[in-house]
């Protein structure tokens, strides 16, 4: 079944692999992305290996204004959201930028999705929320608990999403913890 998604932050790393999966299996795709963690570069290799074409929305998800544009012109069915600052380091000397960023954005893109009607959400997350693990491998019943404002920032919006979630179950939200 094809579907029509947003990606948000698909021009990074893991967003553009995501994007050229996605596009091979015949989605109708928007990248939604600031270019700050990557380079336009990126789509357009996508679009070589897949063969596929894709639009692409610059824009932060802090603007408001520009996502709602987005909402309103391609009409998603669901958000794949992979935008957020990453360095762990970078975290330490810039912890607000890091909490504004990843927490702040995230809730102003859940209420461009509530405004838009788009209840269905996949969150990249990180490992990080687990903190320094007592034992490996990690579980997922493993009790977090982030060491820097990176892994901190990701667990607030994991913590954001599951109440939000909760408040409101006709919303899927799945969280992606990986390394």
């Not at 021009?11 to 994007?19: E, K």
């Not at 989605?27 to 996508?46: G, M, T």
């Not at 762990?88 to 859940?110: A, H, Q």
Request: hydrophobic fraction near 35%; glycine fraction near 6%.
């Amino acid at each position: 079944m094809k579907h029509k998604l947003l990606v948000t932050g698909g021009c990074g790393y893991i967003g553009s692999h995501t994007l050229l999966q996605l596009l091979r299996e015949r989605h109708e795709v928007l990248v939604f992305d600031n270019y700050s963690n990557s380079s336009p570069e990126a789509l357009k290799r996508v679009k070589q290996l897949a063969n596929a074409d894709f639009e692409i929305c610059e824009g932060d998800i802090q603007d408001t204004r520009r996502l709602n544009q987005a909402f309103d012109s391609f009409k998603p069915e669901a958000v794949i959201h992979f935008a957020g600052l990453k360095a762990v380091g970078e975290s330490v000397e810039k912890p607000l930028e890091y909490y504004d960023n990843n927490v702040n954005g995230t809730l102003v893109l859940v209420d461009a999705m509530r405004e838009a009607n788009v209840k269905t959400l996949v969150f990249s997350s990180s490992a990080t929320v687990y903190g320094d693990p007592a034992s490996v491998p990690i579980t997922e019943d493993f009790p977090t608990s982030a060491t820097n404002p990176y892994g901190r920032s990701k667990l607030m919006v994991e913590e954001c999403l599951t109440d939000f979630q909760k408040a409101n179950p006709d919303w899927s939200i799945t969280l992606l913890r990986y390394f």
